[in-house]
């Protein structure tokens, strides 16, 4: 089993944590479970010398770090923005690039260069078309993979409800044929995906996009291949459940664009109720953002909890830190759930051993009845969502109010 996140960012990109270079993300990779990370922001020229001077090569097309005896694997990832106009609206569009090279994402950074300020960000922005990049891309190396990020974010997706398009075609062109992908996102699941048919021949891929080391995995995908940038990559590109066993995915309603609303009026509805307001926040009179979920019905040909054949299969998991403290009563980023995931960690295994595998009884004795409960509970999708909309994450619920911490202890002694 090769767990995979391949798309984040480094220090470099807006609004990211001073932490996030290569050695912390090892660290917390091996925290996680995780064998296979993205570099992410290759773009970035002070980025890239630091991927160049510190990673050497490992597999096929996979970098390990130099001066560390370290297990995690290294992939060359970026994103990049893309704003332009097409069809009479203003895009913008993020797109995952996976490069199997130094010597591709050389030659990717000196075209990009030339249209855009590399330096400004490590996620830039370039005022291009997404066929253009993907074109670029494709010629510094014809291994290169274009896949289109959190596909259905309002601003940002492919099939966002306020600059995408509504199909592939419409961006891509004739060479739609080749974009084999694309990046489910914290408010979609691939379930949502699988009720448009245009969307059958795509592999869905799920990645954290992770800011700081910690969010590392929060989603990412699970491979039975060899350890190998062409072996990933055509997991990938032939989206089979032999090779791609599956994603790990949020509770979609978690993500921060599942529901449509109004952040300034606190204002949030399922597509149903928006419809009765037009589309309009009631408080305000301004239009809402119209989420995720919405953006799906309006484009799905199939109904809910259609699944087509041969689909790489998901499963929805809440971060461990999470389950910790709703199973304390007190806030995730406390000292007290701190200390309890060291805990975990040392005396059960990884991150995603514990979320995915690790046996009830040692939860238990390792954490106490709640965090175990709390475990299972997440397992079997027994959880309540408040969901996200308008960029405020949705809120996980898996003990209802009523339940008393000693009443789940002597529920689980027996």
């Known amino acids: 089993m090769l767990v995979a996140d391949l798309h984040l960012h480094s220090k470099y990109s807006r609004a990211t944590s001073k932490d996030m270079d290569l050695e912390n993300l ?3 990779a091996k925290v996680k479970g995780i064998k296979l990370l993205g570099t992410g922001d290759f773009t970035h020229p002070e980025w890239f010398n630091n991927l160049r001077e510190k990673l050497e090569p490992a597999e096929t097309g996979l970098f390990k770090l130099k001066e560390m005896p370290s297990s995690t694997r290294f992939m060359l990832t970026a994103e990049i923005s893309c704003i332009y106009s097409k069809g009479g609206k203003v895009r913008k569009i993020h797109i995952i690039v996976l490069a199997p090279s130094f010597e591709a994402v050389e030659k990717i950074n000196a075209k990009l260069g030339q249209i855009g300020n590399l330096k400004a960000d490590g996620r830039p922005i370039v005022g ?6 993907a074109k670029i891309c494709w010629e510094a190396s014809k291994d290169c993979l274009v896949i289109p990020a959190h596909a259905w974010t309002p601003w940002f997706g492919i099939f966002g409800s306020k600059s995408g398009f509504d199909s592939m075609e419409e961006c ?6 080749y974009i084999y992908s694309i990046e489910t996102g914290l408010s979609s699941d691939p379930a949502m995906n699988w009720r448009l048919s245009a969307l059958d021949r795509i592999t869905l891929i ?16 699970v491979f039975d291949v060899g350890l190998s940038y ?10 089979s459940p032999d090779k791609f066993l599956y994603t790990v995915e949020f509770f979609p309603e978690e993500g921060k ?6 952040r300034a009026c606190e204002v949030s509805l399922s597509p149903k109720e928006s419809k009765k307001y037009n589309n309009t926040c009631p408080v305000c009179g301004r239009p809402l953002t119209i989420g995720v979920m919405n953006r799906v019905e309006e484009l799905a040909d199939r109904p809910e909890g259609f699944k087509p054949e041969g689909a790489v299969p998901f499963k929805s998991l809440v971060p461990l830190k999470e389950i910790i403290a709703e199973a304390l009563g007190v806030g995730a980023g406390s000292l007290r759930v701190g200390k309890e995931y060291d805990s975990l960690i040392k005396n059960i295994g990884s991150e995603f051993e514990i979320l995915l595998s690790a046996d009830r009884k040692d939860l238990a004795e390792a954490a106490g009845p709640e965090i175990a409960e709390g ?4 397992r079997e999708g027994k959880v309540q969502v408040e969901p996200g909309y308008d960029g405020v994450y949705g809120k996980v619920k898996i003990f209802s109010k009523n339940e008393e911490r000693g009443e789940i202890r002597q529920k689980t002694l027996f």
């Open 26 to 28: 090892d660290k917390w």
């Open 128 to 133: 291009l078309d997404a066929l253009e990049l």
């Open 172 to 177: 891509f062109g004739d060479y739609s044929k």
């Open 206 to 221: 799920s990645n954290s996009d992770a800011h700081s080391p910690p969010k590392i995995g929060r989603e990412a995908n």
């Open 230 to 239: 062409p072996e990933i990559t055509g997991a990938i590109k032939e989206g």
């Open 257 to 262: 664009y599942h529901y449509d609303g109004h």
């Open 375 to 378: 475990v299972v509970r997440v």
